[in-house]
């Protein structure tokens, strides 16, 4: 799964979120680029003006605007980046065009309104099979406190194993604060 995950956002990256970002790149201290975290760790999106709380132990990866994380063991996977609101339906298209590319019989259920911490935005559940495992994904967009910007976030993983990361997953999106 962990070679599948890797692909999956390397290709969604590319497609979707190349150009659409913000004119403020680096998204937090540079210090912790990349590495595991041994503790909840907030990071700051700069480019959004959010911040996000990241569960003890899960690893976090900034590449420019796309910030990755994922638990220890790769089964549960998150993508945070900014889109400016004028492209957010070409990067909507592109995201679904990369993932109907790496997911098979890939299905979405309805869009839902959501509100996290006071920023609004929308939620959209989606299942289908990578080589064969069955997935679950969410891909949720959400205003930010930057004018014209909305952030994107695309959270994946294996059914089998998200009811063991769902707590984690919980903690991940109610502790997306505005800055």
Known sequence: MRKLLASLFIGVGIVAFAGCGSSNPGAHDPTHEGKGTSSAERIEHKGARVAITVPKGWKTKQDGEVLTVMDQNEDVAAAFTVVEESALGQASQNVGKSLGEKIQNLKFGKEEKIDINGMKG????????????DVDLMVVVLDTPVEGKAMMILAIAEDAKLARHKDELKFLFSNITPL
Not at 122 to 133: K, L
């Open 122 to 133: 929308i939620a959209i559940d989606g299942d289908g099979q990578m080589s064969g495992v």
